[in-house]
């Protein structure tokens, strides 16, 4: 099992910044990659951000050049730096992380932190 842990939402006025955590634990075994997903009220849930075990990060258009996603293998803990914030930011925000241990796929959702911009 994988347990992710996000921390860091809260509310935040237009034009301010935040920072996510999302902590790892468990038996990761080999992982793909990890991503910050949101879900705003009434909407589906939509990928914000992706990095690989590489580094290699991806951005929605929506948030490029405003948001920076990092990992610190060390720590075993993802990060999204929100900055420039919007009122179409707020939103419930989960960390995911997909790879595979014992040849075995997975993919494991943290419980969500809830972001609210505030205009």
């Known amino acids: 099992q994988v347990q992710l842990v996000e921390s860091g939402g809260g509310l935040v006025q237009v034009g301010g910044s935040l920072r996510l955590s999302c902590a790892a634990s468990?038996?990761?075994?080999?992982?793909?990659?990890m991503a910050w997903y949101r879900q705003a009220p009434g909407k589906q849930r939509e990928l914000v951000a992706t990095?690989?075990?590489?580094?290699?990060?991806k951005y929605a258009d929506s948030v490029m050049g405003r948001f920076t996603i990092a990992r610190d293998n060390a720590k075993n803990t993802m990060y999204l730096q929100m900055n420039s914030l919007k009122p179409e930011d707020t939103a419930v925000y989960y960390c995911?992380?997909?790879?595979?241990?014992?040849?075995?796929?997975?993919?494991?959702w943290g419980q969500g932190t809830q972001v609210t911009v505030s205009s």
């Open positions: 468990g038996s990761m075994g080999s992982i793909n990659y």
């Open positions: 990095i690989t075990s590489g580094g290699i990060p």
């Open positions: 995911n992380v997909n790879g595979r241990r014992s040849w075995q796929p997975y993919n494991y």
